[in-house]
């Protein structure tokens, strides 16, 4: 799978905002046939931050996904609510989902 990490500085007047603002293409990436997982998450550091961890179940997804017409959209969009250039980190993995964190095993 590919499993991408992504952190988005957004502008602090439209922080409180970024979910619904991101909400569309948030809704369309999960729908992708080939997405597992599109989820935000919001710094408990610093509240402008969010971070974006996403996966997709191949090469083929990931292809299909930056060039539907949704991502196409945010990337005219979602600039505009930003201080910075997101960063992220892209990787390929041999898996198909999360593993448990034996360290921290509940029983």
Not at 46 to 75: I, P, T, W
């Amino acid at each position: 799978m590919i499993f991408i990490t992504a952190k988005f500085q957004v502008l602090p007047e439209h922080a409180d905002a970024w979910p619904e603002i991101s909400r569309e293409f948030t809704e369309a990436c999960r729908a992708e046939d080939g997405c597992l997982w599109f989820d935000w998450s919001r710094s408990v550091d610093d509240s402008c931050e969010y971070v974006l961890v996403e996966a997709f179940r191949d090469g083929d997804a990931g292809a299909a996904h930056v060039n539907s017409d949704h991502f196409k959209a945010a990337q005219q969009k979602l600039p505009g609510y930003l201080a910075a250039t997101p960063k992220i980190v892209s990787q390929t993995v041999d898996q198909d989902g999360w593993s448990e964190l034996g360290e921290m095993k509940v029983d």
